[in-house]
């Protein structure tokens, strides 16, 4: 699967297969409920036509096969869930393929205060890149893709993850196994704030034994009624007065606890489904089989432990059925042996129980982007070095705009003091640009695919400031958010890491003259302190303001073709100072007039 017409034709065969297989199931269904039926009429029907004990057999035969019918008519229950579940997700994926949506409707809100790229390069929100790739189920899983995207890793972790997902990109039936456990809301069950509140209850001997004593007098007491030696009254005096006893004094805070906690045995089970996919998951790379080990504890898989803690705690909802509370709860007090195992398997597990969800969410973020590799055959994994100084990207575009609209740039820069000033006019590209770059490289450092033919991304820090935003409710304006940020990278710019900057209309704040000379001496400073990066402007004084300075600063823009009064653009990156702008002839499209020789002047850039 070499292009994308033949993604979309993969995702195209499967709705057809996973539609012809409900048809076969719901057809399955049908006959299913006519032998039901059958069986049922006919066990009837004996009642007015034969003896005593054909009637015996008969009815035997038939709740037998009632049964069977009844047992194979859920089976299918199932088997049709997942196909639909299947279906669905095939269905979406092939809107993603088609018309570059997202997958899921809501997005996960991420808190990015103070980050360092996040919110300027789309990263999480509405929209976002987040949004586009994601297809976590549990919220450890979007969670281990948020830190990825927010914390670029180095070579070592990276040549992991790009191994890992290469392997599981081969395996398109694999990942729509995996993302058809979906739901519209996130997994939440920890079991670890599980364990961390069960801890703190108290199981004692004296407890214990006080509560054997209480069943054996229930068991003497039923021995004693059997034998016509009490009445049912007295029985159930003691029976209540014990039960009292145990539930009432006894373990009343323990039961209180569980029943808190709120467990949801339908979201552990399906744990168990994800986790089981790992464990059979037939990998070959050193990695995966690394995650497939931690799941497997002393010969026992972690998800077979989820599964038995899934069983007590549904053993807890026998107290809804009445009759078996009053029954057998209240006689062999149930529930107590239910706290017990819930301890032992505390006891056992407690340790552990991080680590499998953590291997876990990692596994899914890992899913994610080899559902993003396979959708995007043509995008490349790039080389990332921890000492590379020099950042190659060969057609490169935004990964977020549609593959008929994305226009790719060629972009090289060395990353040892060396900055590129981007000038252009309205709309042609600057902005946009810088956001590919940035995102690219966010890509690359969390071990994805980028939007690229070939890439070489050094580890760098990444730092950008595009979008700064003044606040009234903490009484900052847009020149303070600036000098805020300004501080920050000049602060990082100063670490032994190698630091790489977006600036987007640098200090906009200000007026013009205090504008071109702030930004002149930033960048000086960052060069100095060995930064690189780039900036896009309008002041087509950046362009020559760094005399003495030309091995570290070089000029590059986006063109505009004018014909007329109409223009286009191509929004191929180009070396040199941009020589033609639109802002006036933007300006009298909307109805300003502005004097004539002004407007040349502005159009033109005579400086």
């Not at 107590?336 to 819930?342: A, E, H, M, Y």
């Not at 956001?435 to 690229?452: D, E, F, K, S």
């Amino acid at each position: 699967m070499k292009d994308v017409n033949k993604v979309e034709l993969y995702y195209q065969q499967k709705v057809d297969e996973n539609k012809l297989e409900v048809e076969k199931i719901i057809g399955k269904q049908k006959k299913i409920l006519f032998v039901r039926v059958v069986a049922f009429l006919f066990a009837l029907t004996s009642l007015f036509i034969f003896d005593f004990w054909q009637n015996i057999v008969i009815a035997f035969f038939s709740f037998s096969v009632f049964t069977i019918a009844v047992n194979l008519d859920l089976r299918l229950k199932r088997t049709l869930k997942y196909h639909e579940q299947v279906l669905n997700v095939l269905r979406k994926e092939l809107g993603v393929s088609i018309n570059h949506s997202c997958f899921f409707e809501k997005v996960d809100d991420v808190k990015l205060s103070g980050h360092n790229y996040a919110s300027d390069l789309d990263i999480f929100g509405e929209n976002s890149l987040f949004h586009f790739i994601d297809r976590t189920i549990t919220r450890f899983g979007s969670q281990a893709l948020i830190d990825w995207l927010k914390f670029p890793s180095g070579q070592f972790v990276v040549e992991q993850r790009q191994a890992a997902v290469k392997e599981i990109s081969r395996k398109p039936n694999y990942i729509m196994d995996f993302i058809a456990r979906t739901r519209p809301q996130k997994l939440t069950v920890d079991v670890s704030k599980i364990v961390q509140e069960f801890q703190k209850q108290k199981f004692s001997f004296g407890r214990f034994a006080l509560t054997m004593f209480c069943a054996v007098v229930n068991f003497y007491s039923l021995f004693l009624f059997f034998s016509d030696a009490i009445s049912f009254g007295v029985l159930m005096v003691v029976v209540f007065l014990n039960g009292t006893v145990v539930y009432g004094f006894l373990w009343k805070r323990q039961i209180k606890t569980v029943r808190n906690m709120e467990i949801n045995t339908k979201e552990l089970n399906q744990y168990v489904g994800l986790i089981s996919l790992v464990e059979n998951g037939n990998f070959e790379g050193a990695f995966l089989r690394e995650m497939k080990r931690q799941l497997i504890i002393s010969g026992e898989t972690v998800s077979n432990r989820i599964y038995k803690l899934s069983v007590y705690n549904k053993r807890f909802e026998y107290r809804m059925n009445l009759i078996f509370h009053l029954f057998v709860n209240y006689i062999i007090y149930f529930d107590v042996v239910q706290l017990l195992c819930f301890d032992k398997w505390i006891k056992k597990n407690s340790t552990q129980i991080p680590d499998w969800f953590n291997t876990l969410g990692n596994f899914e973020a890992l899913v994610c982007f080899a559902n993003l590799a396979f959708k995007f055959p043509k995008w490349t994994f790039p080389k990332v070095e921890d000492k590379g100084v020099t950042l190659i990207l060969e057609n490169v575009g935004h990964p977020l705009i549609p593959k008929d609209k994305n226009v790719v740039n060629d972009f090289r820069t060395e990353l040892e003091a060396n900055f590129q000033i981007i000038t252009g006019s309205n709309m042609a590209g600057k902005s946009t640009f810088l956001r590919t770059v940035g995102i690219n490289v966010v890509l690359a450092l969390a071990g994805a695919p980028v939007c690229a033919t070939n890439a070489v991304v050094p580890f760098v820090i990444l730092f950008s400031s595009m979008r700064i935003k003044d606040s009234l409710t903490e009484s900052i304006s847009t020149f303070q958010a600036e000098l805020e940020r300004v501080t920050k990278v000049l602060d990082l710019s100063e670490k032994p890491e190698k630091l790489f900057v977006l600036f987007d209309e640098p200090l906009r704040g200000t007026n013009s003259e205090d504008r071109f000379y702030g930004v002149s001496a930033l960048i000086k400073q960052l060069i100095k302190n060995k930064t690189s990066g780039i900036v896009a402007t309008h002041d087509l004084r950046l362009t020559s303001a760094f005399h003495g300075l030309s091995k570290s600063v070089s000029n590059f823009h986006f063109d505009i073709s004018v014909v007329g009064q109409e223009y286009t653009f191509d929004y191929k990156l180009k070396e040199g100072v941009c020589s033609t702008f639109n802002a006036s002839m933007l300006l009298k499209k909307i109805g300003l007039e502005l004097d004539k020789e002004e407007a040349v002047e502005k159009d033109n850039k005579v400086q």
